[in-house]
C-alpha cells in the first residue's frame, strides 16, 4: 500500500529515469530524490522540509490534530521499598503513556486532573509553543493551576521533530509519577533501521514521595546543612528497574537484532540526578541534543542533565549475546555511583544475566563537544545581562516572613490563581517582585544571559532549561567569567533547550527575541526551582497571541474556588509553586 507521499517519490524517480542519461549533480542522501524517509533516507522529508530546514523559520503544517486525553490520579505502588508509598500515575501507568506526532501536525491534549489533593499543570519540555504562550503549561505563569476536578485542554503546533517530555510542573509532583515522553517523527541527521522508542531514564527515592524529599531538602537547606537530603535508591530504566537493597523489581530488557541499526531516544527525567549511560561494547552514535540535529558523532557514554535528551544510533555489531545497559547516577555531574541498569540481548542467544564490561570508563566533564547539524552564528556581544544564582534569605511568602532560598538575582515564587499571562492580558504591568520578570530585547533582538555561581560559595552543577526557545550555549565554563579569556562559540554554537551550569562556574546563553510569550527560565533539579531558582522574561507584550480568554477564565475561577475551600485543599503551598 502506498501512501500519497509514496506515490509522489515514486513519480518523482520516474521522471527522473527519463532524465537518467543526462549527467546528473551529485546528490546527498539528505536530499529529496528518494524521500521514502526509509532506513537509507533518514534525512528527507515531504515536500522542501528535510533535515536542513530551520525549524525556528519554517516548519511544515500537515492539517492534522493528533488528539491525546491523560487522566491524572493518585495511588499507591511499591518501589521496591519497606511499604506502599503515594505515587501518581497517567491513564494508570507511569511513565505514562508516549504520545507520538508528526512534525507539523497539531497536538490537542486533554488533561483531567483527578489527583484528590493536588492541583497540576502539564509542560510540554522542549515544546517552543510558538505564539501559543498560554498553552505552556506553567501554573502560576501561562495559565492558573488544574484544580482537583478539572480539566484543560492544551492544543499547540509541533514545529519540531525529535524527543522530548511532558511533566507536571506544579511543585515536586512530577517526581511522584506524572510525567511522559513525546514523540514527534522527523527527518533524522544519521541512517538507522529501526526506531525503539523513548528510553527514559530517572531515579527514584523507595520509601519517600518527592513531596518529601522536596520538604527534607527545604528543611535542610533552612538549617544550612545544605547536602543533607536522603539518597536516592536507584534508577529506572524505562520505567522499570531492581532495588539494590530488597531485590524487588526486574531489569528492563530489549531484544535487537545482528545486523541491525537502531535509534534509541534518551532521557533524564529525574528530579536531582545527572545521568551517565553506556550499552556495554557499542558505542552511540549522537543524532540530536534536545529538539536540535547535531552532526553525528560516537561516544561510548553519555552524560544527561535533567531534562536532557539525546538521540543515538546503536549498530548491533557484536558477537551475539546479553549486554548491560549501564545508568550511572550523580549528584553532581562526577559521581559514581551505580544507578541502575538494563538487559539488551541479541536476538537468537538464551536471554540471561549478562557478564559484560564497558569498553572504558566514563571521562568526567562538562557535556560532549558537539556541533549542530546546520551552522548557526550568533551575532557576538558582551554579556550585559548577569544572572547570579546563589542561596540566601529573602521574603517570598506573603506573610512577609524571610526563609532561605535559592535565587537567579532574585528568588521566583508565583500564585497559582494569578498567572503572569492574566497580568498580560490585562495590561497590568505591576507584576509581584516575587515573579522575578526581565524583559527581554524587542522582536527580532537578541538577548544574551551570563549565568555564574560565586565561586567561594555553591558547589553544585545546574541543569539550567529555558521555556519559549531554545537557547544558544554560547559557552560554559568553570571558574570565575572572564571576557577576555573566556572560551566562547559565536561560529557554530550547539542549540538545546536545556544546558548544564558547572559547579562554581559559568554558563551563557543568547537565544533572539521571536516568540512572545511569558517565558520561565529555571533550574529543572526540582528543589532548586522549588526554592525559588528561576526567573520569568516577558517578550514582546504587546504581540502576544492570547489564550481564549474564556477558558482561561474558568480554570482561574474552578482553582480559586478549590482553593478557597480549606476542606479540600488540605495541601497548602509552600514553596515556589513550580
Ligand atoms: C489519593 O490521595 C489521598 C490523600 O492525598 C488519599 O486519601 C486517597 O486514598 C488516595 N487515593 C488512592 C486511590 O490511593
Ligand atoms: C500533593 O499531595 C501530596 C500528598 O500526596 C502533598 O504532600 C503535597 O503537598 C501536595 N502538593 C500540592 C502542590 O498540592
Ligand atoms: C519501553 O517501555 C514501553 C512501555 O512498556 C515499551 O512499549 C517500549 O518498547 C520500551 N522500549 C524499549 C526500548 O524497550
Ligand atoms: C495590578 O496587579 C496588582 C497586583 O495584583 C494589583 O494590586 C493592581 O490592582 C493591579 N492593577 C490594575 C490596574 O489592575
Ligand atoms: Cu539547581
Not at 450 to 474: A, M, N, Q
Amino acid at each position: 500500500m502506498f501512501s500519497p507521499l509514496d506515490l509522489f517519490c515514486l513519480i518523482t524517480l520516474a521522471s527522473l529515469a527519463f532524465v537518467s542519461a543526462v549527467p546528473s549533480r551529485s546528490r546527498g542522501v539528505f536530499e529529496r530524490d528518494d524521500c521514502s524517509h526509509g532506513p537509507t533516507t533518514r534525512g528527507c522529508w515531504e515536500d522542501d522540509f528535510s533535515i536542513s530546514t530551520d525549524f525556528d523559520t519554517r516548519f511544515p503544517h500537515t492539517g492534522n490534530t493528533v488528539s491525546y486525553t491523560l487522566d491524572l490520579t493518585n495511588g499507591t505502588c511499591n518501589r521496591g521499598g519497606s511499604g506502599e508509598k503515594v505515587c501518581f500515575f497517567v491513564n494508570g501507568e507511569s511513565p505514562g503513556p508516549i504520545i507520538r506526532a508528526t512534525w507539523g501536525d497539531i497536538l490537542s491534549v486533554t488533561v483531567n486532573n483527578k489527583l484528590q489533593h493536588n492541583a497540576t499543570s502539564i509542560h510540554w519540555h522542549g515544546i517552543r509553543q510558538y505564539n501559543t504562550p498560554g498553552e505552556d503549561g506553567v501554573n502560576g505563569i501561562s495559565s492558573c493551576a488544574i484544580a482537583p476536578g478539572d480539566s484543560k485542554t492544551y492544543t499547540f503546533p509541533v514545529t519540531q521533530y525529535g524527543t522530548g517530555w511532558y511533566h507536571s510542573h506544579t511543585s515536586a509532583q512530577y517526581g511522584d509519577g506524572v510525567l511522559g515522553n513525546l514523540v514527534f517523527d522527523g527527518p533524522a541527521s544519521a541512517n538507522y533501521d529501526i526506531d525503539l522508542g523513548p528510553y527514559m531514564v530517572h531515579e527514584i527515592y523507595q520509601d519517600l514521595t518527592a513531596f518529601q524529599v522536596a520538604a527534607i531538602a527545604q528543611q535542610n537547606l533552612q538549617e544550612g546543612t545544605r547536602s543533607g537530603f536522603p539518597t536516592r535508591s536507584y534508577i529506572l530504566v524505562n520505567g522499570t528497574g531492581m532495588s539494590p537493597t530488597s531485590g524487588r523489581g526486574n531489569y528492563n530488557q530489549v531484544t535487537i537484532t545482528k545486523g541491525k541499526k537502531y535509534r534509541l531516544r534518551l532521557l533524564n527525567a529525574a528530579i536531582d540526578s545527572y545521568i551517565h549511560v553506556s550499552l556495554d561494547q557499542h558505542a552511540m552514535e549522537v543524532i540530536a541534543a534536545d529538539f536540535v540535529p547535531i552532526k553525528p558523532f560516537t561516544t561510548e557514554w553519555l552524560l544527561l542533565a535533567v531534562g536532557q535528551r539525546y538521540d543515538v544510533v546503536i549498530d548491533a555489531n557484536q558477537s551475539p549475546g546479553n549486554y548491560w545497559f549501564r545508568v550511572v547516577q550523580g549528584g553532581g555531574i562526577n559521581a559514581k555511583a551505580d544507578g541502575g541498569r538494563a538487559i539488551w540481548t541479541y536476538e537468537g542467544s538464551n536471554s540471561r544475566t549478562p557478564s559484560t564490561s564497558p569498553r572504558r570508563e566514563f571521562s568526567e566533564g562538562l557535556e560532549p563537544d558537539m556541533s549542530p547539524y546546520w551552522k548557526q552564528p550568533v551575532p557576538s556581544a558582551s554579556f550585559q545581562n548577569t544572572l547570579d544564582t546563589k542561596i540566601t534569605n529573602a521574603v517570598v511568602t506573603p506573610d512577609g516572613k524571610s526563609m532561605v532560598v535559592w535565587v537567579l538575582n532574585k528568588p521566583i515564587w508565583i500564585d497559582y490563581a494569578q498567572p503572569t499571562m492574566g497580568y498580560i492580558m490585562d495590561g497590568n504591568t505591576s507584576y509581584p517582585e516575587t515573579y522575578n520578570v526581565i524583559d527581554a530585547r524587542s522582536g527580532g533582538n537578541w538577548n544574551y544571559w551570563l549565568i555564574w555561581t560565586d565561586p567561594d560559595k555553591v558547589s553544585f552543577d545546574h541543569p539550567i532549561h529555558l521555556h519559549g526557545h531554545d537557547f544558544f550555549v554560547i559557552g560554559q565554563g568553570t571558574g570565575a567569567y572572564d571576557e577576555a579569556t573566556a572560551k566562547l562559540n559565536w561560529e557554530t554554537p550547539v542549540r538545546r533547550d536545556t544546558a548544564n551550569l558547572p559547579a562554581r562556574g559559568w554558563l551563557a546563553l543568547a537565544f533572539m527575541s521571536n516568540n512572545p510569550g511569558a517565558w520561565l527560565m529555571h533550574c529543572h533539579i526540582a528543589w532548586h526551582i522549588g526554592q525559588g531558582f528561576g526567573m520569568q522574561y516577558v517578550e514582546s507584550p504587546d504581540q502576544i497571541v492570547f489564550p481564549d480568554r474564556t477558558e482561561f477564565a474558568k480554570t482561574c475561577d474552578n482553582y480559586k474556588a478549590y482553593a478557597n475551600d480549606k476542606s479540600k485543599n488540605v495541601y497548602p503551598k509552600h514553596d515556589s509553586g513550580l
